[in-house]
C-alpha cells in the first residue's frame, strides 16, 4: 500500500476492528478509511465493488471474513472476475485479490471451518494460492496484488499462530512455482497450507525410522506446478497427497492425475496414498473435529503404507 496508492482494502470489519484475525491492525490509522474501507456483511457486493473498482486501475484487495462465505460472492468471483479479461480480449484487467481465511483446528464448527479450494481451482481465469507459512505469505500476497488477473488468496487459521522469519526488503513469489519444502530420497509428501507444516513434523518423526521424506507445497493450486511435483516423484518413486479438504473431488485427485498422466507414472513403486479430511461438516466439539483432520499421525502411517511398512515392522 505504501509502494501503489492504487491499491485500497475493503470487507467485513477490517478497519477499527482490525480483522476478525487481526491481520488489518493498524491499517486503517496509517492509511485512513478511504483505502481501508469497512463494508456491509454482503460478500457478493463487496466482490462486485471490486471488480468494478479494479476494472478503473485500482487494485483491490478483498478479505472475505472466512472462505466458507466465498459462496455467497461465487457469481461475481467465477461470471464475472474470472470471464472479464478473456471476453474483452485482455482489454480489460481485473487485478483483484480475495483473501479469505479457511480450514479448521479452531472449533468454529461447520459453517466456519470449511476447506473449498477445490471449487475456485476448477475456474479458468482465476489464480488460487495456499500460502503455507509468514514468509510465503508475504511473497505470495506481495505477487498476487501485483498479478493483473483476479487471485484468490487462502490463509489457513492455524497458519495465524504460526511464527517464522521473514525478510523485511521487498520481494515476491512467482505465483505458479512450487517449493521444495524438505529435500527427500525415499517418499514425495505433496501438502497444501497447513498441511505443510504437519507433514514436517511428521517428516522429523519418519526420519527416526530412517525413512527421507522429500516434501512439496505447490504454494499454488491454479496454475499448477506439474513439473517441480513430477520431477520430485520421479526420484522418489513412492508419493502421499495430503490436504485438509475432503478427499472426493480434492485438489489431491488433480495431483494425482497429473502425476499418472506424467513420465512420473512409470516411476511409481507403489499405488500412490492421498491423506485428506474425513467426508462430514466440520465438527465443533474438538476431540471430534481433531478426528475429521488429517493429523501428523495419518500422514505418518500414509507413508509407511506407501512404503510397504506397517508400525511393527515390514507388512
Known amino acids: 500500500m505504501r509502494r501503489d496508492p492504487r491499491v485500497f482494502l475493503l470487507g467485513e470489519d477490517i478497519g477499527i476492528y482490525g480483522g476478525a484475525f487481526g491481520v488489518t491492525n493498524g491499517l486503517l490509522e496509517e492509511f485512513g478509511p478511504e483505502r481501508v474501507r469497512d463494508t456491509p456483511i454482503a460478500e457478493s457486493a463487496v466482490v462486485g465493488c471490486a471488480i468494478g473498482a479494479s476494472l478503473l486501475g485500482m487494485r483491490p484487495v478483498v478479505e472475505i471474513q472466512f472462505s466458507d462465505f466465498i459462496t455467497n460472492a461465487m457469481d461475481a468471483i467465477v ?41 475456485t481451482a476448477h475456474v479458468p481465469g482465476l489464480k488460487v494460492v495456499m500460502p503455507s507459512d509468514p514468509a510465503e505469505a508475504k511473497g505470495l500476497l506481495k505477487a ?23 525478510p523485511e526488503e521487498d520481494y515476491t513469489i512467482p505465483i505458479g512455482k512450487a517449493r521444495v519444502v524438505r529435500p527427500g530420497r525415499d517418499v514425495t509428501v505433496i501438502a497444501t497450507s497447513y498441511q505443510v507444516q504437519r507433514a514436517l513434523q511428521a517428516a522429523e518423526l519418519l526420519a527416526a525410522e530412517g525413512v527421507d521424506v522429500e516434501i512439496i507445497d505447490p504454494r499454488t493450486l491454479l496454475p499448477l506446478d506439474r513439473d517441480t511435483i513430477v520431477g520430485s516423484v520421479a526420484k522418489t518413486g513412492r508419493v502421499v497427497i495430503t490436504h485438509e479438504a475432503v478427499e472426493h473431488g480434492g485438489v489431491g485427485a488433480e495431483i494425482a492425475a497429473a502425476i ?23 465438527p465443533c466439539n474438538k476431540r471430534l473435529e481433531e478426528m475429521a483432520l ?14 510397504g511398512v506397517a508400525a511393527g515392522g515390514v507388512a
Open 79 to 119: 461470471n464475472q472476475a474470472a470471464k472479464i479479461r478473456y471476453m474483452f480480449g485482455g482489454k480489460a484487467r481485473v487485478p483483484i485479490v480475495v483473501r479469505t481465511p479457511g480450514g479448521a483446528g479452531t472449533g468454529a464448527a461447520a459453517q466456519h471451518s470449511q476447506s473449498l479450494e477445490a471449487w
Open 144 to 166: 498476487a496484488i501485483r498479478d493483473d488477473n483476479p487471485v484468490i488468496f487462502y490463509e489457513h487459521k492455524l497458519l495465524y499462530r504460526v511464527k517464522g522469519p521473514v
Open 260 to 282: 499418472m498422466e506424467s513420465e512420473a507414472f512409470y516411476y511409481l513403486d507403489a499405488p500412490l496414498v492421498r491423506v485428506c479430511g474425513k467426508p462430514v461438516p466440520i
Open 294 to 307: 488429517p493429523q501428523v499421525a495419518d500422514i505418518v502411517d500414509g507413508v509407511r503404507r506407501v512404503l
